[in-house]
């Protein structure tokens, strides 16, 4: 049997359509959507307010209900999936959202279940080390022990990034991740997910409005109105 680049990518999203509200106030949020991502890649998603950006992460990332149309994320189909299967599937995902918020356009249990997913692979102590080791790496070092209230908007942000990537995800899905951080730490969490991408094969992808990271993309994905209306792969 032939075997296409899609049945290896970890997502696959394919004739995707998603409407908000019911009756006279029923919107099409999304438009025949087909988008297939490459393994180890960063893609970042674009286009102005309102676009769908954000829709088509959380429908990619199991967020959110499929409606219409089909997304395959690791191999498994979203379209119909069970809660069960759902949460067995986000444990091996990773979100950084603008995480010391909440996301505006997600429910208080949609946000919820990106904190909530438990790990229990390692012991308390290999858990410790995993986080002390991550937060190393995302300069907070000095800060290891220090409450949220005491750190400045760009490190809790960093605090949400390692959050998300001490368990080590298949796919990292990332919402304005680099919004209130300066350009020295944007660039650090970005470097950090592109060598995930490179030395384990970490797939990511982003929506972000942020110039500085575009260049550092491996492809740029453009929306307008809920359609994709650029696709533009790099190297
Ligand atoms: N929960 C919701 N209920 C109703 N409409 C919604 C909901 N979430 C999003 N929409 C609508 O769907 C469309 C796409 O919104 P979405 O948040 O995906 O866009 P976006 O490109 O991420 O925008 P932004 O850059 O401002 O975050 C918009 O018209 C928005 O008003």
Redesign the pocket.
């Known amino acids: 049997m032939e075997q296409s680049a899609d049945t290896f990518a970890p997502i696959v999203a394919k004739n995707l359509n998603?409407w908000?509200?019911t009756g006279d106030?029923r919107?099409q949020?999304?438009w025949d959507v087909n988008l297939s991502v490459a393994k180890g890649s960063l893609t970042v998603?674009m286009?102005?307010?309102?676009?769908?950006?954000?829709?088509?992460?959380?429908l990619m990332g199991c967020l959110r209900e499929v409606q219409d149309g089909s997304v395959r994320l690791l191999g498994a189909e979203l379209n119909g999936t069970t809660e069960p299967q759902a949460v067995a599937l986000r444990r091996r995902l990773g979100f950084i959202f603008q995480a010391h918020n909440l996301h505006?356009?997600?429910?208080a249990t949609q946000n919820v279940l990106m904190g909530l997913e438990v790990h229990g692979r390692l012991n308390a102590v290999r858990q410790r080390e995993s986080a002390h080791h991550v937060l190393r790496l995302l300069g907070l070092g000095d800060r290891l022990d220090y409450l949220p209230a005491n750190l400045s908007g760009g490190q809790k942000q960093r605090v949400a990034v390692a959050r998300a990537l001490v368990s080590n995800p298949e796919v990292v899905f990332a919402?304005?991740p680099t919004a209130a951080l300066d350009k020295v730490s944007g660039r650090t969490v970005v470097e950090m997910l592109k060598k995930l991408g490179r030395q384990r094969g970490t797939t990511t992808v982003m929506?972000t409005?942020d110039n500085r990271i575009l260049e550092m993309a491996d492809r740029l994905v453009t929306?307008e109105d809920?359609h994709i209306v650029k696709d533009d792969k790099r190297g």
């Open positions: 998603h908000f509200g106030a919107k949020a999304i998603l286009g102005p307010s309102g676009s769908g950006k954000t829709t088509l992460l959380t505006e356009s997600l429910t919402d304005e929506v409005h929306m809920g």
